[in-house]
């Protein structure tokens, strides 16, 4: 008998969307699962002794939102859909961590809700192109061979071709595939990060070598992938890690098929550090860098340690001829002189630039 | 718990060794007592009498009849102080007689008697030990003493060993005694020596620790390091609140630290800041903490004459160096070019952006007359000018390799 998906013990669905496609899918695909109905205003059970839960409920705010960005930095102008909560993975160095209290997966089962909202947004003017993504409180594709959220979504999505959604995973499910989207609309996307990273603080991802196995079947179906070099972690040896990943990823794609590429340093709350040991892990060597606090309130490398990591990327993957699509998660306009020699100013700002090379194949 | 807990501490009587009429007054007033003159004359009731009491503390009956039947059963004997051996290891916390007690014992006779235990062969000293010093010195006086056997010491644990009985007993008669974190470790180093460390703070925790004290806690910490750390304490160099952090170092590691701790005083908080720093440079480096301190500029420091309060700052800013290599070469280049763009004395302070994320400088001027504000024009407007301040504004661009 295969173990349960992601560990998933325990199913339980809020009785208000039981009847959901989204909750007959979930309890067809978790059929060893405990399975239970939640009444309404009953609180979520605590959490089963083996396994962890997956909660199917409906989402009462927004679906559509920007990202929680700060002013001091320049953010890629990217909006959330907002299809679910947490990450079944477990990354030592996930934002996920400080946001959620615990490791409840949760899925919103009122697409219908959804749909309407984002109908009502996307449609009000249908000359404006949107570039929007489901990754950013959870993993786009990791909850889809149970949940099918993105297969009902992209089928939505068909009547929306002013829509570019982005789907970023650390898994190499393709299953959304099934769905048949336009490859113009749909941007897959993969996290990224050096060998010894992904080995020692990304717990139950895809290996690299199947996420670019992904990635090379969607570019062979005709789409453009993403790809998201964050967090950059700096550890002894990084130099090689980093080149190695950089190299590693003109073995699978072509830089065509590329649309763009982020670089982001590894920041975090001031309080991740305290919550991974007491988790009682071992806090790795990348946290234990030359820190400071950002104008954001979050922990970030130094700045001219930074700015030699992102050099050094950025250079490797020129040699590979990819340069257009290189952008920053979150840095400062001085980042952006430091290393590219121009701010997103002269793009005519990162969001207008981003969607520029999503939408026309420039290489 | 055998009868010494029966005596419970009691706020003395508030007679001044000044009041004395032979003309000790001014001696006194220099003398340890006359701060604490409840140490001079205190008064202990033994069954219906009243008894002046050289020992440290006014003690009470909590039971006076119990403890009247008791003292009639009890030997009273009259010994040669240098009979005793006064530095028995369960006498953990004596220490030399002062002047007070001399004077005391010269002018009042021995108001209180000490504690032997008698065995076939020499009375052990209970309690007692400083008088017995005292007398020694002062010569040709007895030391008064109650007599009890073994099993009458502590005689709730009688499977106790002796050693154990001995120290418990020396913890009563000091009861109510201003006890030192060195001491509460002597305490501790001497309890388990005789038993386990469970029986050490069952029995004589009691004595010693309040009901849930974290002191408790970290005197067990404590111990796990070698008996030698304990020296850091006794000076004062080393806080009882960094014993975890000390016991957390391998071994190596605590011998490379122990000529800083033995330097400078240490707050828990400085010697935190160290250790993470040191341990944490160290993994960065894959080396072992040790070695990265004997490279680092630590050694030297310690070697030369600086004045403790330099000392202690040097030490902090070289293991800071090691830790954080490239802010700390930022930190020193800002400093540099500031130095070189105002003048001595200037009222203009320089402050690089928080950690450096941007390419600017706060300038805060401070003034409190109107030509004081002209001068640090004048200074800014030099400023503006100097060729250093474009390479100040732009410090972390194309910054150099840290070391």
Same mark, same amino acid.
């Given at each position: 008998?295969? !173990?349960?998906?992601?560990?998933?013990?325990?199913?339980?669905?809020?009785? !208000?969307?039981?009847?959901?496609?989204?909750?007959?899918?979930?309890?067809?695909?978790?059929?060893?699962?405990?399975?239970?109905?939640?009444? !309404?205003?009953?609180?979520?059970?605590?959490?089963?002794?083996?396994?962890?839960?997956?909660?199917?409920?409906?989402?009462?705010?927004?679906?559509?939102?920007?990202?929680?960005?700060?002013?001091?930095?320049?953010?890629?102008?990217?909006?959330?859909?907002?299809?679910?909560?947490?990450?079944?993975?477990?990354?030592?160095?996930?934002?996920?961590?400080?946001?959620?209290?615990?490791?409840?997966?949760?899925?919103?089962?009122?697409?219908?809700?959804?749909?309407?909202?984002?109908?009502?947004?996307?449609?009000?003017?249908?000359?404006?192109?949107?570039?929007?993504?489901?990754?950013?409180?959870?993993?786009?594709?990791?909850?889809?061979?149970?949940?099918?959220?993105?297969?009902?979504?992209?089928?939505?999505?068909?009547?929306?071709?002013?829509?570019?959604?982005?789907?970023?995973?650390?898994?190499?499910?393709?299953?959304?595939?099934?769905?048949?989207?336009?490859?113009?609309?749909?941007?897959?996307?993969?996290?990224?990060?050096?060998?010894?990273?992904?080995?020692?603080?990304?717990?139950?991802?895809?290996?690299?070598?199947?996420?670019?196995?992904?990635?090379?079947?969607?570019?062979?179906?005709?789409?453009?992938?993403?790809?998201?070099?964050?967090?950059?972690?700096?550890?002894?040896?990084?130099?090689?890690?980093?080149?190695?990943?950089?190299?590693?990823?003109?073995?699978?794609?072509?830089?065509?098929?590329?649309?763009?590429?982020?670089?982001?340093?590894?920041?975090?709350?001031?309080?991740?550090?305290?919550?991974?040991?007491?988790?009682?892990?071992?806090?790795?060597?990348?946290?234990?860098?030359?820190?400071?606090?950002?104008?954001?309130?979050?922990?970030?490398?130094?700045?001219?340690?930074?700015?030699?990591?992102?050099?050094?990327?950025?250079?490797?993957?020129?040699?590979?001829?990819?340069?257009?699509?290189?952008?920053?998660?979150?840095?400062?306009?001085?980042?952006?002189?430091?290393?590219?020699?121009?701010?997103?100013?002269?793009?005519?700002?990162?969001?207008?630039?981003?969607?520029?090379?999503?939408?026309?194949?420039?290489? | 718990?055998?009868?010494?807990? *029966?005596?419970?501490?009691?706020?003395? %009587?508030?007679?001044?060794?000044?009041?004395?009429?032979?003309?000790?007054?001014?001696?006194?007033?220099?003398?340890?007592?006359?701060?604490?003159?409840?140490?001079?004359?205190?008064?202990?009731?033994?069954?219906?009498?009243?008894?002046?009491?050289?020992?440290?503390?006014?003690?009470?009956?909590?039971?006076?009849?119990?403890?009247?039947?008791?003292?009639?059963?009890?030997?009273? *004997?009259?010994?040669?102080?240098?009979?005793?051996?006064?530095?028995?290891?369960?006498?953990?916390?004596?220490?030399? %007689?002062?002047?007070?007690?001399?004077?005391?014992?010269?002018?009042?006779?021995?108001?209180?008697?000490?504690?032997?235990?008698?065995?076939?062969?020499?009375?052990?000293?209970?309690?007692?030990?400083?008088?017995?010093?005292?007398?020694?010195?002062?010569?040709?006086?007895?030391?008064?003493?109650?007599?009890?056997?073994?099993?009458?010491?502590?005689?709730?644990?009688?499977?106790?060993? /002796?050693?154990?009985?001995?120290?418990?007993?020396?913890?009563?008669?000091?009861?109510?005694?201003?006890?030192?974190?060195?001491?509460?470790?002597?305490?501790?180093?001497?309890?388990?020596?005789?038993?386990?460390?469970?029986?050490?703070?069952?029995?004589?925790?009691?004595?010693?620790?309040?009901?849930?004290?974290?002191?408790?806690? /970290?005197?067990?910490?404590?111990?796990?390091? %070698?008996?030698?750390?304990?020296?850091?304490?006794?000076?004062?160099?080393?806080?009882?609140?960094?014993?975890?952090?000390?016991?957390?170092?391998?071994?190596?590691?605590?011998?490379? /630290? *122990?000529?800083?701790?033995?330097?400078?005083?240490?707050?828990?908080?400085?010697?935190?800041?160290?250790?993470?720093?040191?341990?944490?440079?160290?993994?960065?480096?894959?080396?072992?903490?040790?070695?990265?301190?004997?490279?680092?500029?630590?050694?030297?420091?310690?070697?030369?004459?600086?004045?403790?309060?330099?000392?202690?700052?040097?030490?902090?800013?070289?293991?800071?160096?090691?830790?954080?290599?490239?802010?700390?070469?930022?930190?020193?280049?800002?400093?540099?070019?500031?130095?070189?763009?105002?003048?001595?004395?200037?009222?203009?302070?320089?402050?690089?952006?928080?950690?450096?994320?941007?390419?600017?400088?706060?300038?805060?001027?401070?003034?409190?007359?109107?030509?004081?504000?002209?001068?640090?024009?004048?200074?800014?407007?030099?400023?503006?000018?100097?060729?250093?301040?474009?390479?100040?504004?732009?410090?972390?661009?194309?910054?150099?390799?840290?070391?």
């Amino acid at each position: 008998m295969s !173990p349960a998906p992601w560990n998933i013990t325990r199913l339980v669905v809020d009785a !208000p969307v039981a009847d959901t496609t989204m909750a007959a899918r979930a309890k067809a695909a978790l059929p060893l699962a405990q399975q239970i109905i939640l009444a !309404p205003d009953t609180p979520l059970p605590a959490g089963p002794d083996h396994g962890r839960t997956l909660h199917i409920k409906a989402h009462k705010g927004r679906f559509l939102r920007p990202c929680p960005a700060t002013r001091n930095y320049r953010c890629c102008g990217y909006q959330i859909i907002h299809i679910g909560e947490n990450c079944p993975m477990d990354c030592s160095y996930c934002i996920l961590r400080a946001y959620f209290r615990d490791r409840t997966l949760t899925a919103f089962a009122n697409t219908g809700a959804m749909f309407e909202e984002l109908g009502r947004a996307f449609g009000r003017d249908r000359t404006r192109t949107f570039r929007v993504g489901t990754g950013q409180f959870a993993d786009s594709l990791a909850l889809e061979p149970i949940t099918g959220h993105t297969r009902e979504l992209l089928g939505f999505l068909a009547a929306y071709p002013n829509v570019i959604l982005e789907l970023k995973s650390k898994t190499a499910d393709l299953t959304w595939m099934e769905a048949d989207p336009h490859p113009d609309r749909v941007l897959p996307a993969w996290s990224l990060n050096a060998p010894a990273i992904v080995a020692a603080e990304e717990r139950d991802t895809a290996p690299l070598e199947a996420r670019l196995a992904a990635a090379k079947t969607c570019a062979a179906a005709g789409f453009r992938v993403c790809l998201h070099f964050d967090p950059i972690c700096r550890y002894p040896g990084w130099e090689t890690g980093y080149g190695a990943i950089a190299d590693m990823i003109f073995d699978y794609l072509k830089p065509r098929d590329i649309a763009y590429l982020s670089m982001g340093s590894f920041r975090c709350l001031p309080e991740l550090p305290g919550r991974l040991l007491a988790e009682g892990r071992a806090l790795p060597a990348y946290m234990l860098g030359e820190f400071t606090l950002g104008q954001d309130g979050k922990k970030r490398l130094l700045r001219p340690l930074r700015v030699e990591q992102f050099r050094f990327l950025s250079d490797r993957l020129a040699r590979h001829g990819f340069s257009r699509g290189l952008y920053f998660c979150m840095e400062s306009d001085e980042v952006w002189r430091e290393v590219f020699g121009h701010t997103t100013r002269s793009l005519g700002g990162l969001s207008a630039h981003l969607l520029d090379v999503a939408c026309n194949r420039g290489g | 718990m055998g009868r010494f807990c *029966l005596y419970r501490y009691r706020k003395p %009587p508030g007679r001044r060794p000044g009041d004395d009429p032979n003309g000790e007054k001014e001696r006194f007033r220099k003398s340890e007592a006359f701060s604490r003159p409840w140490l001079f004359l205190q008064f202990r009731h033994i069954g219906a009498g009243v008894t002046p009491c050289q020992d440290d503390n006014t003690l009470q009956y909590q039971n006076r009849r119990e403890n009247r039947k008791h003292i009639d059963t009890v030997q009273q *004997l009259f010994l040669h102080p240098r009979d005793l051996d006064i530095d028995a290891p369960h006498l953990f916390w004596t220490s030399p %007689p002062d002047t007070v007690l001399l004077w005391s014992l010269d002018r009042l006779g021995q108001t209180t008697p000490a504690l032997v235990v008698t065995t076939d062969g020499r009375p052990i000293l209970a309690a007692g030990s400083r008088r017995a010093a005292a007398l020694r010195e002062l010569r040709g006086r007895p030391l008064a003493a109650m007599a009890v056997t073994p099993d009458e010491l502590a005689e709730n644990d009688p499977d106790q060993p /002796l050693g154990v009985r001995l120290g418990l007993a020396y913890l009563a008669s000091n009861l109510g005694r201003t006890v030192t974190e060195a001491m509460l470790v002597a305490a501790g180093r001497y309890f388990t020596a005789q038993t386990t460390r469970e029986d050490f703070f069952a029995l004589a925790g009691p004595y010693v620790f309040a009901p849930g004290d974290r002191l408790a806690r /970290l005197v067990a910490r404590w111990l796990d390091l %070698p008996p030698a750390c304990d020296a850091l304490l006794v000076s004062g160099h080393v806080p009882l609140g960094a014993a975890e952090l000390l016991a957390d170092c391998a071994a190596d590691t605590l011998e490379a /630290l *122990l000529p800083l701790l033995t330097a400078v005083r240490w707050s828990r908080g400085s010697l935190g800041n160290v250790l993470t720093w040191l341990t944490e440079a160290a993994r960065l480096g894959g080396e072992r903490p040790a070695a990265l301190l004997a490279r680092s500029d630590v050694p030297a420091l310690c070697a030369r004459e600086l004045s403790p309060n330099d000392l202690a700052a040097g030490i902090v800013a070289a293991l800071r160096r090691l830790r954080y290599p490239a802010t700390t070469t930022l930190e020193a280049r800002f400093a540099t070019l500031s130095r070189q763009l105002l003048p001595g004395g200037s009222r203009i302070k320089l402050r690089p952006s928080q950690g450096f994320e941007a390419d600017t400088v706060t300038v805060e001027v401070t003034v409190r007359r109107p030509a004081e504000l002209a001068k640090a024009a004048a200074e800014l407007a030099a400023m503006a000018a100097a060729p250093a301040l474009p390479r100040l504004l732009t410090i972390a661009r194309d910054a150099e390799e840290p070391a």
